[in-house]
């Protein structure tokens, strides 16, 4: 067992159809893990390998923008990874970009499986429940994550994208939303740039994809929304980008 909450819901009363879900919200280790350290500096515990720099407050501000259920996580990724299958070879990270984990250093399988079920199980099973209430009340949902991406990895080099958009085999909601941005000469989009979408397990796979549910996952890089007016003005910028996607998804059942 543990007193620390797994997700936090943001906006319960909401009318729309999109469903917000936000994996790397918090860089918090909770006191049941290591007494609530995971034995690294806080300098990396603010870097992207411990959460996603800026989107919390993006997530705030779209719920409203959108008037949009919202799921957030509220433990680190080094604490177990949300955005990985339960199966998933890295959703307990003993290195990443150049960090050595001491916390998750010696964490064998028996670890693995209780920070599973004290913390990845529940976020997963809440944004079941959301769904699962959403469809009950009449909505289909249109799923968004979002996520942030760091502007340079180790010996990598500088990424230009401003926007990443991930997905996999679904594209009702991911090619209208890029549409949006094609004619802005200031926004460079990624089409699964940074990273690929196709991963099996992931948030959007097993919520998504399994379901035959419409979504996208959103990166922002994060030299982008790391002050809360750019998280603001960047909300801003993508929400109508979101809207015509559903809009067009609308259309396209419409002609169904």
Not at 58 to 84: G, K, M, Q
Not at 147 to 166: A, C, D, Q
Not at 180 to 192: A, Q
Not at 193 to 216: A, C, F, N, V
């Amino acid at each position: 067992m543990t007193d620390h909450p797994a997700f936090e819901i943001l906006n319960p009363d909401a009318k729309s159809p999109v469903l917000l879900v936000c994996d790397h919200a918090s860089n918090m280790v909770p006191a049941s893990i290591n007494g609530g350290t995971l034995g690294l500096p806080d300098s990396d515990m603010a870097r992207h390998i411990a959460y996603d720099v800026g989107v919390r407050r993006v997530v705030e501000t779209l719920s409203r923008l959108l008037d949009a259920h919202a799921v957030l996580s509220r433990f680190s990724r080094l604490v177990i990874d949300p955005n990985r299958g339960e199966d998933d070879p890295t959703i307990l990270m003993k290195l990443y970009d150049g960090s050595i984990i001491p916390g998750n250093r010696h964490a064998d399988s028996e670890e693995k499986a209780r920070r599973i079920a004290l913390f990845h199980r529940p976020y997963h099973d809440a944004i079941t429940h959301q769904i699962d209430a959403m469809i009950a009340d009449g909505r289909t949902p249109a799923l968004v994550s979002i996520h942030s991406f760091t502007p340079k990895l180790r010996n990598r080099p500088p990424r230009p994208w401003h926007l990443g958009v991930l997905w996999d085999k679904d594209d009702r909601l991911a090619k209208p939303f890029m549409s949006y941005f094609k004619d802005d000469p200031d926004i460079l989009v990624g089409d699964n740039e940074p990273y690929s979408g196709e991963l099996q397990g992931d948030t959007m796979y097993y919520h998504g994809t399994r379901r035959g549910l419409p979504h996208i996952l959103i990166e922002i890089r994060h030299d982008l929304i790391d002050t809360e007016s750019g998280q603001d003005a960047w909300a801003e910028r993508i929400a109508p980008a979101i809207w015509m996607a559903l809009n067009s998804l609308e259309e396209e059942n419409e002609n169904v």
